[in-house]
């Protein structure tokens, strides 16, 4: 990858991001110049007041801003008038106020605009990322990405490519109205400038490396406490509390140390540029005067000088820093553009939305995942539509892989065999059409942290109370529901209670039945139900959705035993087949599970 | 959490609490403001020199006190410099001084809580707590006062100057200060709670990721993308629309200040005339004054608020501190045996390993159901009782009370015959062994971590340890033997490995009693089996509670507690239980069968 190129990428997706904030940017951008504009012009109107008003100096301005001043009266009649001269410095202060407020809000709408839409870009676009790649990529990493390379991004365009602007359209304009008062005394002004924004950036280039540090040590310090919270039992239970808080401690005072240190470099860079700046004010105070006391300048001029120039030294030393920590961002960009340029999820072209009610046809599947061993060779059968499929099979077997499979959440490569619902190619089928016309309920389900009734109901708002507690009664689960104190209002997760893994799965499968698919998966999702409830559940789906084709992976062969067909995976190869009746005795795994789970009361005693 | 913020009413804003914390660099901290005042005398003093510039140089157009005027400038600007550095350096050595002595007083303080603390408390918590709480307080005791003492003394300074130079003048540029707080309090108040909701939106945001981010897997299957985006969309749009709505407040609040500052400015100019013609530079001097007052200004207003966020972090803190624990030695026993810090082993007893429940009754501090009643049991030393029942059933409730953990509503539980509140929890927490269901190991190398239980083992008790529990070969596979690094929590191992170094370590530390937390979680069958010969090895020679799991360990116990819904439900041994045909036997034959399937579907 050439740097170039990386950059320009780097630009490219600055760029996408910024649509719908540019504008902002533009306008924030604009007030800002206008504000800095304005706030040239008071010193004007007091250099004007003390030296022509005042003194009574003879003007000698150019002809647009006499026809101003004569406007107003003339000096003579503004010298008895001096409210105008005051008037004129609230006016400008006024449009000053405008500019400055216009300033900070369209720079915020700029901001928050960016950020709304990065941050929905990247949820939608990882929303949308393929099953493999959240299997790949780390939550907690993936998180960073999106909360704080997504603030240092923000800052970068909000902050300082826009403060940047702005402190240069400050200096510009500034260096413009010097000039025109007194080009010398502007020269002998500008000479420490550039020494101090070299000397900050330099400073803040070296510093960063020390903030560094303390970082890393302050995450050594986090970690310990972390480890000592987790561990608290194993703290405890050896009697090591001692041990611990000298190990704390020691980490502490070093962490402590090295800010200490930090804070004495903050401290000299602080005071140096203060004596960089105040010596470059006391230069220009005694050449101005010097230059007063010549006759080569006058008074008025010479204080607006002044105050220009205090304008100027604070921005200056912040420009340093800026212009130094350009080089983070780019960092922070290079970590979100790795998730924009994964690839999403697409839909073959002519994919359609077929009936999903035939019969489901596995054709010789062959599938393995990104050059690890196979994990499916040659699987073939069919469930024929209305029927109940059981799937039995160890870990590794292959049984969850053909479900995510069938729910495309691997993609079934070319020459993989192919799977078919009602005769079409899964592959020519919608994505989404497919997805929300299979329910599954996986063996450790996932809620939301919503309440119940929300996370039953969450694939469609219309659904009332009275279906989510429908189905809930079908899957066992409004007892349990109802037991708690705020009911379906009641929170899951974090904020709320805690279920137990039997209760979410009983959620999970109400949340399925809400679907009112035709195809329905369990993925051994009664494991932690007991046997009389798993049975219930059973009734009641087969009681509500006889129609409905229904893939049940279990190793209870209570549960296999009342599917119409049962195939038996083995290392990614189906080795049985059949119902019940003809596997039981057939002398395979099956029948010895048959044996095992039915005649063991005397065995295991 | 919210809700809690909003209750707090601390007096002074809580500062008071805080004190002992401060007093130490009290010494320090006068230095530090002393310096401060002279920093800010002579940022008022260097308007003084423009002053004479103007009126001296200029006005009276002579240029004789030049020299003196550019020395004694320098000698300004140095000592400013001096100043600054001196008390910046203080101010910073003094935040994180303080901030360092509140963690070590919170983490301290930890070491000594019970469990029910740690029960009702999140590590996310706690953690908090101790490092973002604290790092917050200290910069109040530092930043805030150097602030206060810079803002106020320039405050001060610049009116007294302006007041002796034109007491009339200075009276009507001051007379605008009033106006200005109470706008600046108006716009602060709305401020502070439209950032509240911010904070709030913003922390949604996160956790709407990482649902996104950890159940897209879910989200898939369900085909509710759209759903999630929108809703999602709902919240960014919520925060920009108070982020706006902040900026806007924000941008009063500055435009305020602006216009207050142009207003004195225009104050002065208006009545210039009451400066003399030819002082000039008093007339700039005015100017420089009412500009820069409204900065100080600015800074009280914004103090304020600062110190009602942090008032929530001393609040946080001095109740993390002031939370008493539920087990405390007595001070007879503090005396004698010494605490969890300063033991005094010289008076230390030797620990038998008998252990009886007498009539004992407990009911959790966090809870109202009593999920021990009348309970005795007799646990001579040497035997091996297991504890099983369904995950959250409440298993631990034994192992907690022998650990003194926590202790009983009523009853006692004896050690060797003894109350355990008669001895030490140290005497006793080194006297037992601990094996963790999801072992928990701590940064740093294998051997540290061996050596947690017992940091004077030699190198041939390190080696036996490993040997009876077979992690030998685990260890010598390892690409620094045993000084290999763990990394945090043990990450860089796998489970097996952590669980094999977990029992190596309770070995080490030659328990008397050995509480034992077994894995549910899966792992190979070769690990599976080195981890049974592993437990076999360790109850060895030992009184044992197993928090059990495995079948093997059940059925061979000398006694089975089966625990249902929090209460002992069915006690005896294996054959009794099974004979009976009750709640054990109904687990037992399920567990039993899965394993059967497991074994057949794996082996086969």
Known sequence: ?605 | MSKAEKQTHLRFFGIGKIIPYIKPYGRVLVVMAFWGLVTSLIDVGITLFQRYAVNHFVELGTLDTLHWFIIAYIVAICVSSLSTYISCTRAMAVEVSINRDLRSAAFTHLQTLSFSYFNQNSVGYIHARVLSDTSRIGSLASWSFMDAVWHSSYLVFASVVMLAINAKLALMVLAILPMVVVLFSFFQKKLIKANREIREINSTITSNFNEGITGAKTVKTLAIEKGMQTRFEGDTTKMRTRSVLAARLRGLFACTMTFASSLALAVVLWRHELIAADEVGTFSMFMSYAQGLMEPIRWLIDSISDLISTQVNIERFTNLVSVKSDVIDSDEVIKKYGDNFDPLKENWEELRGDIEFRDVSFTYPDGDEEVLSHFSLNIPFGSNIAIVGETGAGKSTLVNLVCRFYEPTKGQVLIDGIDARERSQLWLHSHIGYVLQNPHLFSGTVRDNLLYGNPDATEEEIDEAIRLVSADEVISRLEHGLDTDVGEGGELLSTGEKQLISFARAILAKPRILILDEATASVDTITEQKIQSAINEVINGRTSIVIAHRLSTVRNADLILAVRDGKIVEKGTHKELIAAKGYYYDMYTRQYQDEETAKILNDY
């Open chain 1, 1 to 605: 990858m050439s740097k170039t190129r990386n950059t320009e990428g780097s630009f490219r997706l600055i760029w996408t991001f910024l649509k719908g904030s540019k504008a902002f940017f533009v306008i924030s951008i604009l007030s800002a110049a206008f504000n800095a504009l304005m706030d040239m012009l008071s010193p004007q109107i007091i250099r004007m007041t003390v030296d022509n008003v005042i003194e009574g100096q003879e003007p000698t301005y150019s002809a647009w801003i006499m026809r101003l001043v004569n406007a107003l009266g003339g000096f003579e009649h503004i010298k008895n008038n001096i409210w105008i001269a005051a008037a004129a410095l609230m006016l400008v202060a006024l449009i000053k106020v405008i500019a400055q407020y216009l300033f900070r809000v369209y720079n915020t709408k700029g901001s928050e605009t960016l950020v709304k839409t990065m941050r929905d870009t990247l949820f939608g676009h990882i929303e949308r990322l393929p099953f493999s790649w959240h299997m790949k990529n780390k939550t907690g990493d993936i998180i960073q990405r999106c909360t704080s390379d997504i603030e240092t991004m923000r800052n970068f365009i909000s902050e300082q490519m826009t403060g940047i602007f702005r402190i240069v359209i400050m200096l510009v304009m500034s260096l413009v109205f010097m000039l025109a008062m007194n080009p010398l005394l502007t020269l002998v002004a500008m000479i420490p400038m550039p020494i101090l924004i070299l000397h900050s950036m330099a400073f803040h280039k070296t510093v960063y490396t020390e903030f560094e540090k303390c970082d890393e040590n302050e995450g050594k310090l986090s970690a310990m406490v972390q480890e000592n919270l987790t561990g608290v039992r194993v703290v405890r239970a050896f009697g090591r509390e001692k041990t611990e808080l000298d190990k704390f401690e020691k980490q502490n005072k070093y962490y402590t140390s090295l800010w200490v240190r930090v804070g004495k470099s903050l401290s000299r860079f602080w005071s140096i540029s203060d004596l960089i700046a105040n010596a470059q004010v006391m230069i220009l105070v005694v050449v101005g005067a010097i230059l007063c006391y010549k006759g080569r300048m006058l008074t008025g001029e010479y204080i607006a000088f002044i105050s220009y120039n205090a304008r100027l030294i604070w921005p200056v030393r912040q420009l340093g820093r800026m212009i130094s920590e350009l080089s983070k961002a780019t960092v922070s960009v290079q970590r979100v553009k790795y998730i924009m340029d994964s690839k999403e999820e697409c839909d073959d072209p002519d994919a359609y939305e077929a009936d999903m009610h035939g019969d489901i046809k596995f054709e010789n599947v062959c599938f393995n995942y990104d050059n690890c061993p196979e994990l499916l060779h040659d699987v073939s059968f069919t469930v024929k539509k209305g029927t109940t499929l059981g799937i039995l099979g160890g870990t590794g077997s292959g049984k969850s892989t053909l479900m995510f499979l069938l729910d495309k959440l691997y993609d079934l490569p070319e020459g993989g065999g192919s799977i078919t619902i009602g005769g079409v190619d899964i592959r020519k089928i919608s994505t989404e059409h497919l997805r929300s016309n299979i329910g599954i309920v996986l063996q450790e389900p996932f809620l939301f942290s919503r309440t119940i009734s929300e996370n039953i109901g969450i694939t469609d708002e219309k659904l009332t109370l009275s279906d989510i507690r429908e189905a809930a009664k079908d899957a066992c689960l409004d007892d349990s529901v109802i037991a708690f104190a705020k009911g379906y209002d009641t929170m899951v997760g974090e904020r709320g209670v805690t279920l137990s893994g039997g209760q979410k799965q009983r959620a999970a499968i109400a949340r399925m039945i809400t679907q009112k698919t035709p195809i329905m998966i369990l993925d051994d999702s009664l494991s932690a139900v007991d046997t009389q409830t798993d049975a219930r559940i059973r009734q009641a789906l087969e009681k509500h959705f006889g129609g409905a084709t229904v893939i049940i992976i279990s190793h209870r062969i209570t549960t296999l035993s009342h599917c119409d067909q049962i195939i038996v995976m083995e290392k990614g190869r189906v080795m049985e087949t059949g119902t019940h009746e003809q596997l039981k005795d057939a002398g395979g795994v099956y029948s010895l599970i048959y044996q095992s789970q039915t005649g063991l009361g005397e065995e295991a005693v």
